[in-house]
């Protein structure tokens, strides 16, 4: 007989806590992405206790996110609520393609080359990975013409140093750790799905979507194809997707209604 | 009414004297590629007077030529005749297809790339042209499976720093005045067909086969698609090679019985 899959409650406590603010994010970018969503201290709370998050913790990072003008506060009586602001608000929407969508970030690598002699082109934005002091892999063509922009096809063998420059073996890592975490996050999801309680599924939905997006926001923006052997980004975006899409995003409503996981 | 063509004489008159060891090797790269092929000092003499070259620096080149192993002489009673040593056939032999081609030097250009922490490739050959500390331009993909080798399609706008790289400004200017020189050979060549003298001829095709030598002995070996705007290497192998097929290379007892140009 096959061990019983884990429920919830048990991968978390298996796991590090996470960075609360980056936490913080991960959900207000999932159910409050509406002008006028809002989510009280008490569900926040109850959201990320699953996590390991002590009250004091969450209360410096709301306090951190709310200087840094990620979010604001509002009080009703002895009630605190908080929401995203303007920038908060578009660094979600921002974001939201990358973490939510199903296909590769990028379907095409190019191989950019500059004059030794000349300042790199300032076209080589944050979305593409140096190779060296002349050259830079990027998922589009430069626009100045001084640069030499060769497209990399998918069945041109890759060398090894490029495909670490791509991704560091820490985040080859990092790939793998989540896909065993999203395997076993979908055999708890496959054995209970009859009765599931709101608050594990919202729980669940919120570590994938934390999970997919710290790597999803690591990771270049370049084709599968020029990753390291044993990048696990694919799988990872199939599973994180599937789940997302199983396990139902809730209003801010549905949230404050959610009782305590632990 | 057109000026009327000038003749070799003047042609060669109106240049400067070239390196006399390497208007040699021309020669006899030329005419003496046959293992017993040999000329005689006087027939040297009169082959290369007609380029300004005096009898002290024949003698000083041949003894060079000599001494660096390209050539032996032998003498018969008063006269000395010279031939082509292993090493000089070898040498000639291994420069005849790139001179006498009618066709591009290369077809394909690659641009390599390797590590920047790796030593360069010992596949970067003096084929390749060096574009930067961890990048060149090849007529093959690199053997080394850790260098990037891309094809660089004909249709691929190419950078003029790349273009300046594969050929400097000086070796387009030497392009434009082969194709000048090589326009007045033929036209020449058109204007006296029928009434042309041997030896004209012969230190015509000379003229024509060490000027072009010159130049593609320095070209790299990458397809035209490469170089510079205003390169006329194309245009000057079309007109070399015409030049050299209507100016019949002559035997080594042929050059011997020519009389003095001058």
Redesign the interface.
């Given at each position: 007989m096959p061990a019983p899959p884990p429920d919830i409650a048990a991968l978390l406590a298996a796991r590090d806590t996470p960075r609360v603010w980056s936490l913080l994010v991960s959900l207000f970018g999932d159910v409050a992405q509406s002008p006028d969503a809002r989510l009280s201290g008490a569900a926040l709370g109850r959201m990320t206790e699953p996590f390991g998050v002590k009250p004091e913790a969450l209360r410096v990072s709301l306090h951190r996110l709310r200087k840094d003008g990620w979010i604001e506060s509002t009080r009703e009586g002895r009630r605190g609520f908080y929401r995203l602001t303007e920038t908060g608000h578009r660094e979600s929407r921002r974001a939201s393609p990358r973490i939510y969508s199903g296909t590769a970030l990028a379907e095409e690598a190019f191989?950019l080359?500059w004059?030794?002699?000349?300042t790199p082109p300032d076209a080589l934005t944050s979305a593409a990975v140096t190779?060296?002091?002349?050259?830079a892999l990027s998922p589009r063509p430069a626009e100045d013409?001084?640069?030499?922009s060769?497209l990399?096809a998918p069945s041109?063998?890759?060398?090894?140093?490029?495909r670490a420059k791509v991704c560091p073996k820490a985040l080859v890592e990092q790939s793998r750790a989540l896909l065993t975490l999203l395997e076993a996050v979908a055999a708890w999801r496959a054995a209970t799905a009859e009765h599931q309680n709101a608050s594990a599924s919202a729980v669940a939905r919120l570590l994938v979507l934390h999970e997919w997006r710290r790597l999803v926001l690591r990771q270049p923006t370049l084709p599968d194809f020029v990753f390291p052997k044993g990048w696990q980004g694919p799988a990872c975006r199939a599973r994180a997707r599937a789940l997302l899409a199983s396990l139902p995003r809730l209003t801010p409503k549905q949230i404050e209604a959610l009782g305590s996981l632990c």
């Amino acid at each position: 007989m096959p061990a019983p899959p884990p429920d919830i409650a048990a991968l978390l406590a298996a796991r590090d806590t996470p960075r609360v603010w980056s936490l913080l994010v991960s959900l207000f970018g999932d159910v409050a992405q509406s002008p006028d969503a809002r989510l009280s201290g008490a569900a926040l709370g109850r959201m990320t206790e699953p996590f390991g998050v002590k009250p004091e913790a969450l209360r410096v990072s709301l306090h951190r996110l709310r200087k840094d003008g990620w979010i604001e506060s509002t009080r009703e009586g002895r009630r605190g609520f908080y929401r995203l602001t303007e920038t908060g608000h578009r660094e979600s929407r921002r974001a939201s393609p990358r973490i939510y969508s199903g296909t590769a970030l990028a379907e095409e690598a190019f191989v950019l080359l500059w004059d030794p002699s000349a300042t790199p082109p300032d076209a080589l934005t944050s979305a593409a990975v140096t190779l060296s002091a002349t050259s830079a892999l990027s998922p589009r063509p430069a626009e100045d013409a001084g640069v030499l922009s060769l497209l990399l096809a998918p069945s041109e063998p890759v060398p090894a140093w490029i495909r670490a420059k791509v991704c560091p073996k820490a985040l080859v890592e990092q790939s793998r750790a989540l896909l065993t975490l999203l395997e076993a996050v979908a055999a708890w999801r496959a054995a209970t799905a009859e009765h599931q309680n709101a608050s594990a599924s919202a729980v669940a939905r919120l570590l994938v979507l934390h999970e997919w997006r710290r790597l999803v926001l690591r990771q270049p923006t370049l084709p599968d194809f020029v990753f390291p052997k044993g990048w696990q980004g694919p799988a990872c975006r199939a599973r994180a997707r599937a789940l997302l899409a199983s396990l139902p995003r809730l209003t801010p409503k549905q949230i404050e209604a959610l009782g305590s996981l632990c």
